[in-house]
T-cell receptor, first 114, second 113 residues
Framework: GNSVTQMEGPVTLSEEAFLTINCTYTATGYPSLFWYVQYPGEGLQLLLKATKADDKGSNKGFEATYRKETTSFHLEKGSVQVSDSAVYFCALIPGGGSNYKLTFGKGTLLTVNP | NAGVTQTPKFQVLKTGQSMTLQCAQDMNHEYMSWYRQDPGMGLRLIHYSVGAGITDQGEVPNGYNVSRSTTEDFPLRLLSAAPSQTSVYFC????????????FGQGTRLTVV
């Protein structure tokens, strides 16, 4: 079946530090990959996505590259801010699927201190 | 824009009680889903719908019922609440098509005592 494994954290960083959250996946075919973010007290929001190998998704200074050879989709940001404190979820839908059936990782709590 | 609206935001139930979690979206999305979020488990799919009158089971459907009589509404029913159903529940909707963005409600925090 499909699965997503991401580093569980929690991750605590100082402002302006570099962020990496690792995500690897297991899926048949060519899945589409997503990062969702959940700010305190809110629902999930799409942060970025990539739908084929070697695609790079980017948004709000965050980036992730779809690596088929390593089945990975690691999230990175060069300089985090306090406002980036949130829970980050890596997710996939299988190739040819639709996103009413997202498979999520367990989430990574990020805390950024001033 | 309201987006996806869930009610109530918080609920405490006694074991054996029933209740309905409401979800409504105003974006004319065909796809809707219910997930539960538990510590250390991420989000798991309970039920989903690809259009009015069409529903199907997800990963963890036991103890829950759904119906989709209109495009806008997708209520989740707990038939006889159990402590194992203590969780945060999220409703999501999206347009028909591949890789479209899923929009989530703010969640319902349910405690079963």
């Amino acid at each position: 079946g499909n699965s997503v494994t991401q580093m569980e954290g929690p991750v605590t960083l100082s402002e302006e530090a570099f962020l990496t959250i690792n995500c690897t996946y297991t899926a048949t075919g060519y899945p589409s990959l997503f990062w969702y973010v959940q700010y305190p007290g809110e629902g999930l929001q799409l942060l970025l996505k990539a739908t084929k190998a070697d695609d790079k998704g980017s948004n709000k200074g965050f980036e992730a590259t779809y690596r088929k050879e390593t089945t990975s989709f690691h999230l990175e940001k060069g300089s985090v801010q306090v406002s980036d404190s949130a829970v980050y979820f890596c997710a996939l839908i299988p190739g040819g699927g639709s996103n009413y059936k997202l498979t999520f990782g367990k989430g990574t709590l990020l805390t950024v201190n001033p | 824009n309201a987006g996806v609206t869930q009610t109530p935001k918080f609920q405490v139930l006694k074991t054996g009680q029933s209740m309905t979690l409401q979800c409504a979206q105003d974006m004319n999305h065909e796809y809707m889903s219910w997930y539960r979020q538990d510590p250390g488990m991420g989000l798991r799919l309970i039920h989903y719908s690809v259009g009015a009158g069409i529903t199907d089971q997800g990963e963890v459907p036991n103890g829950y019922n759904v119906s989709r009589s209109t495009t806008e509404d997708f209520p989740l029913r707990l038939l006889s609440a159990a402590p194992s159903q203590t969780s945060v529940y999220f409703c999501a909707s999206s347009q028909r098509g591949l890789n479209t963005e899923a929009f989530f409600g703010q969640g319902t925090r349910l405690t079963v005592v």
